[in-house]
Antibody, heavy 116, light 107 residues
Framework: EVQLVESGGGLVQPGGSLRLSCAVS????????MIWVRQAPGKGLEWVSY????????YYADSVKGRFTLSRDNAQNSLYLQMSSLRAEDTAVYYC?????????WGQGTLVTVSS | EIVLTQSPATLSLSPGERATLSCRAS??????LAWYQQKPGQAPRLLIY???NRATGIPARFSGSGSGTDFTLTISSLEPEDFAVYYC?????????FGGGTKVEIK
């Protein structure tokens, strides 16, 4: 059974850092592109970042470029989103999802709240 | 950046009725468009990819059509579980962009 489980969310002060993890099971992580999507409270979906199966190519939304870094450890079956210089507008539920052509599996999301 | 505009913002219908949701792109996205359904407190679920391909396990009452800049998601006969928010997503150009969503609510 394919599963994606995010963790690492929580309350952080503006300017702070947080590292989100996405642990996957039921498939070989290196075979798939992966993305992060976020959803601010009561708002729509926003793409955040993308990484290729081999981990050599990453793309970021302009809103997070230079502040967020995506990486993956295929041996550990995990994806990581290092977030720094966090702002109030980064407050959202963060989802990891498998694929690009079709985001066929999603995690349950982890809530990040940026507030003093 | 490609902007996806979904309409209407809210669709009020009764079970058994047909739902027609629109997604218009600010420039051509070829066939690189997908549709997702999201219910409160849940992650999005893939319905349709590459305009018209139903994802695994998606009922035949869901269908997608269109090309270039104008796309439609049709639910032929609404079931109670179909009342949700629907998003389109383009992967033609970076950045990936989602539409603002259409909420299908019970009339």
């Amino acid at each position: 059974e394919v599963q994606l489980v995010e963790s690492g969310g929580g309350l952080v002060q503006p300017g702070g850092s947080l590292r989100l993890s996405c642990a996957v099971s039921g498939f070989t992580l290196s075979d798939y592109e992966m993305i992060w999507v976020r959803q601010a409270p009561g708002k729509g979906l926003e793409w955040v970042s993308y990484i290729t199966g081999g981990g050599r190519t990453m793309y970021y939304a302009d809103s997070v470029k230079g502040r967020f870094t995506l990486s993956r450890d295929n041996a550990q079956n995990s994806l990581y989103l290092q977030m720094s210089s966090l702002r109030a507008e980064d407050t959202a539920v963060y989802y990891c999802a498998r694929g690009l052509r079709k985001l066929d599996y999603w995690g349950q999301g982890t809530l990040v709240t940026v507030s003093s | 950046e490609i902007v996806l505009t979904q309409s209407p913002a809210t669709l009020s219908l009764s079970p058994g009725e047909r739902a027609t949701l629109s997604c218009r792109a600010s420039q051509s996205v070829s066939s690189y468009l997908a549709w997702y359904q999201q219910k409160p407190g849940q992650a999005p679920r893939l319905l349709i990819y590459d305009v018209s391909n139903r994802a695994t396990g998606i009922p035949a009452r869901f269908s997608g059509s269109g090309s270039g800049t104008d796309f439609t998601l049709t639910i032929s006969s609404l079931e109670p579980e179909d009342f949700a928010v629907y998003y389109c997503l383009q992967r033609s150009n970076w950045p990936l962009t989602f539409g603002g969503g259409t909420k299908v609510e019970i009339k």
